[in-house]
């Protein structure tokens, strides 16, 4: 009864892992990907930020221009250059310290991942090991996210604001993220109480098959087969 239900819940963690990985690789590692995405009023580019950098798509020198992958890096830089309108030096130093944490995305979904594989390999009753993985991997998201929408609120209330006409818009990697973090619940809760209600199930059954125990029959003959003792 609660195995299919089990198996959607573990299911939810693997597509919540899948999506972290899209925004794991957000730019600069696939130039498309962003978590928030500005295109230029000055002319035809669009810059690309990401996890561990970003982009600038159809860039002077042709094609697109992305920086190295580091963990942490400058947000304000090219937006100062290409907007000229320049950033409060607050805002600016609080987007790039916050780039620091998005080293959380891989983070996130290993943990997620990890959850899946335990969900999912120990089955109904052991999975409870893989609940306790998936609430720190949610809680690692949240985190994570609540950064994300922080560090790039401020750019994107900053370039949209600024009159020179650049959209700044959130990005597939964002929403992918956002999407990850309710999917990851879900599947945590799911998996959570399918654990618990077959844990109770057994401990049932087994309270039942005991007294018969001590007549020297050894019965265990339950509702569920499946769940007796050996
Ligand atoms: C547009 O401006 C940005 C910022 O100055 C620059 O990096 C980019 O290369 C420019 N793109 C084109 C096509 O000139």
């Known amino acids: 009864m609660f195995r299919p239900v089990h198996y959607f819940g573990c299911f939810l963690l693997f597509v919540a892992s899948i999506l972290l990985v899209i925004t794991t690789i957000s730019a600069p590692i696939v130039n498309s990907i962003s978590i928030l995405r500005v295109d230029l009023a000055q002319n035809s580019s669009s810059i690309t930020f990401g996890t561990f950098?970003?982009?600038?798509?159809?860039?002077?020198?042709?094609?697109?221009?992305?920086?190295?992958?580091?963990?942490?890096?400058?947000?304000?830089?090219?937006?100062?250059?290409?907007?000229?309108?320049?950033f409060s030096e607050a805002a600016s130093n609080t987007?790039?310290?916050?780039?620091?944490?998005?080293?959380?995305?891989?983070?996130?979904?290993?943990?997620?991942?990890?959850?899946?594989?335990?969900?999912c390999g120990a089955g109904l009753i052991g999975s409870l090991l893989g609940v306790i993985?998936?609430?720190?991997?949610?809680?690692?998201?949240l985190v994570v996210m609540a950064v994300d929408f922080a560090a790039f609120g401020i750019v994107k209330n900053d370039v949209n604001g600024?009159?020179?006409?650049?959209?700044?818009?959130?990005?597939?990697?964002?929403?992918?993220?956002?999407?990850?973090?309710?999917?990851?619940?879900?599947?945590?809760v799911i998996v959570f109480f399918?654990?618990?209600?077959?844990?109770?199930?057994?401990?049932?059954?087994?309270?039942?098959?005991?007294?018969?125990?001590d007549y020297g029959v050894?019965?265990?003959?339950?509702?569920?087969?499946?769940?007796?003792?050996n």
């Open 53 to 86: 950098g970003y982009c600038v798509l159809n860039s002077a020198e042709g094609g697109d221009w992305c920086t190295g992958r580091h963990i942490g890096y400058d947000v304000s830089n090219e937006l100062v250059r290409a907007e000229s309108t320049g």
């Open 95 to 119: 987007a790039n310290g916050l780039t620091n944490v998005m080293v959380l995305h891989p983070v996130a979904c290993a943990l997620t991942f990890i959850s899946f594989l335990i969900a």
């Open 133 to 141: 993985v998936a609430f720190i991997a949610w809680i690692v998201t």
């Open 162 to 188: 600024d009159g020179t006409g650049s959209v700044a818009s959130y990005g597939s990697a964002m929403w992918c993220l956002l999407a990850a973090f309710v999917i990851q619940f879900f599947g945590m």
């Open 194 to 213: 399918t654990c618990c209600s077959a844990r109770r199930q057994k401990n049932r059954d087994r309270a039942v098959a005991e007294p018969k125990n």
């Open 218 to 229: 050894h019965q265990k003959k339950s509702r569920f087969g499946r769940w007796r003792r």
